[in-house]
Nanobody, 124 residues
Framework: VQLQASGGGLVQAGGSLRLSCAAS????????MGWFRQAPGKEREFVAA????????YYTDSVKGRFTISRDNAKKMAYLQMNSLKPEDTAVYYC??????????????????WGQGTQVTVSS
């Protein structure tokens, strides 16, 4: 699976952005998807994950109720809708994929494939 993330940009606090992750390859529909982010000087951190079926989701506490992960297997796309953005959400956001497992992965090492990252900057 090859991934390409897009949709980042500059937004004011309280605003919204939708990140997209375009996938190629025949295994997308059987892959769990994740979004991670890395702020300057910090380690990459987990944001959200979605099972191959789209049924199971998981979010890190800081984004619960504000971010929504989704996917369209027919289009080979994954999304991260981000609402009520805060300055602390500023980071490079990465989409990631892994062949479906029994449980969703929450660590970078759980994922096999990565997109190139898209910058999200939230101004106060």
């Amino acid at each position: 699976v090859q991934l390409q993330a897009s949709g980042g940009g500059l937004v004011q606090a309280g605003g919204s952005l939708r990140l997209s992750c375009a996938a190629s390859g025949r295994t997308f529909s059987s892959s769990d998807m994740g979004w991670f982010r890395q702020a300057p000087g910090k380690e990459r951190e987990f944001v959200a994950a979605l099972s191959w079926s789209g049924i199971t989701t998981y979010y890190t506490d800081s984004v619960k109720g504000r971010f929504t992960i989704s996917r369209d297997n027919a289009k080979k796309m994954a999304y991260l809708q981000m609402n009520s953005l805060k300055p602390e959400d500023t980071a490079v956001y990465y989409c990631a994929a892994v062949s479906s497992r029994l449980r969703l992965g929450f660590a970078s090492g759980d994922y096999e494939y990565w997109g190139q990252g898209t910058q999200v900057t939230v101004s106060s």
